[in-house]
């Protein structure tokens, strides 16, 4: 069934190559459409378009697709190109002629738009509840050891003295800067295109205003033609807000294999949390940490690829859009699973509390010995010299106690501030407003 067929049929080499994989992507937007569906369906019905009583049966139908959506029983058919098409089909052929009547006002463009806006409302809330998770282990594990200290590198070489309270926290705070690009994507994500249509708007009285609120949408998109040019424009910022946070967690990765490596010998893992080798008996490998890396690195290639694909795309709406979903749905999964089996892994790891009683950590005390002899009255340059001239002749002494109380440093981690930041930005998505409104449309 295609809700715009006429008496022709489209030839099914064309057809198979049209719908694409949409029946498969679809699925995930099932939810978010019969949401759309049942706001547009008040509004409809507010305006006169939709009498009291198709109203009523028209609700209670959505609201039955929509449970047999949550609990797994929506299928789209193999004859139905969409899932717009199949949730109208199904309406329609459960209380008739009323179901006709819904697509008054919206064509398949602004549907599709609305769906896909409250389809990535519900990923970022997602995305947020597991970054969460990940920032609040980060920032316990930085508490539990924060005395503990590592090896500070620039270069890959060694510099000065670092902690694990450091380098756990530093990763927290980079997870609330990643969380203020994502929720300036959920600020554009949290604006109705509902009532654009093919992105022309409509000739009916459509109460544009009525259907934002019944969706918990912050504010309209106003300018139809801008609506429709904001496909492609939302999901590459929210791609760009996710690559944010892939690139954190790429970085982190980085680091656990490198210091779970035994030239490092700095963090371990249960052996049931690492991978053996086929012909070595020894190996423990982090193999969850290498694939966190290499998905989050292809996360980071996604705003580049969607860029690519709408960049020379004119204003109205064009089929290339529809392969978007095919980029951005995977790459949802994918990024949640990594935030995921990051905090399961950290919540079993196992630090090293005597890194730097190694002599060849020594040298990391040289600027704490030259700022000994600053505190003394030396000049910096002339107390730089001296320690340096120590070095190069092999008599210098390290001095091992690390005295950092400024803001952020050692002794001084800031994690309530941070801790604190955070707070402020959840705070500011306003999940709740959005839930409350929801709950109420399916209730």
């Given amino acids: 069934m295609k809700i715009w067929q006429k008496n022709i049929d489209v030839d099914s080499f064309v057809e198979s190559f049209t719908v694409g994989n949409d029946r498969v992507m679809d699925l995930q937007l099932a939810a978010a459409d019969v949401l759309g569906s049942l706001a547009h369906t008040k509004m409809l019905n507010s305006i006169s378009l939709l009498s009291d009583e198709d109203l009523e049966v028209v609700q209670m139908e959505l609201k039955n697709i ?22 109208e089909m199904m309406l329609t052929q459960r209380v008739g002629d ?57 270069h890959l070489q060694i510099a000065m003295p670092s902690s694990f309270g450091l380098w756990f926290g530093a990763y927290a705070e980079s997870l ?9 994507a959920w600020n554009v994500c949290n604006k109705n295109p509902l009532g654009s249509a093919a992105g022309y708007g ?56 490198l210091y779970i490596n035994q030239n490092f010998g700095f963090i371990s893992f249960p052996a049931h949390l690492t991978t053996g080798s086929s012909i070595m008996p020894h190996k423990k490998n982090p193999d969850v940490f290498e694939l966190i890396r290499s998905r989050c690195n292809k996360i980071q290639a996604l705003p580049n690829e969607i860029a690519l694909m709408t960049t020379n ?43 730097l009683d190694d002599p060849k950590y020594d040298y990391l005390f040289s600027v704490e010995v030259v700022n000994n002899e600053v505190l003394q ?18 008599t210098f002494k390290p001095s091992k106690e690390v005295n950092h109380t400024h803001e952020g440093s050692i002794g001084n981690l800031c994690n309530d501030q941070i801790e604190a930041m955070f707070e402020r930005i959840k705070a500011s998505f306003g999940f709740e407003k959005v839930d409350q409104a929801l709950n109420e449309l399916v209730k």
Avoid at 176 to 184: F, G, H, R, S, Y
Avoid at 203 to 225: Q, W
């Fill in 377 to 394: 009255g030396v000049p910096f340059r002339e107390a730089y010299k001296n320690i340096g001239m120590a070095i190069e002749e092999g």
């Fill in 66 to 87: 929509y449970s047999e959506v949550m609990n797994g029983q929506f299928q789209i058919e193999d004859s139905v190109e969409d899932v717009h098409s199949q949730v």
């Fill in 202 to 257: 409509s000739s009916f009285p459509l109460n544009r205003t009525m259907t934002t609120r019944l969706l918990g949408f912050e504010d309209l998109n106003y300018n139809v033609v801008y609506a429709q040019m904001g496909r492609g424009k939302t999901e590459r910022i929210l791609a760009q807000a996710m690559s944010s946070i892939a690139a954190t967690l790429a970085k982190f990765a980085m680091d656990v294999t």
């Fill in 313 to 355: 795309l004119p204003s109205g709406y064009h089929r290339d859009l529809q392969l978007l979903k095919e980029n951005l749905f995977p790459a949802f999964k994918s990024l949640n699973e990594c935030l995921e089996i990051a905090a399961y892994m950290l919540n079993n790891i196992t630090v090293k509390d005597n890194v």
């Fill in 98 to 154: 009323a179901g006709k009547k819904i697509h008054s006002g919206r064509s398949r463009n602004d549907q599709v738009l609305v769906d896909l806006k409250l389809y990535f409302r519900s990923e970022i809330q997602s995305i947020f509840r597991n970054t969460e998770e990940l920032f609040y282990t980060l920032t316990g594990l930085s508490n539990r050891y924060q005395h503990i200290l590592i090896p500070g590198y620039t």
């Fill in 176 to 184: 609330v800067d990643d969380l203020e690009l994502l929720k300036a």
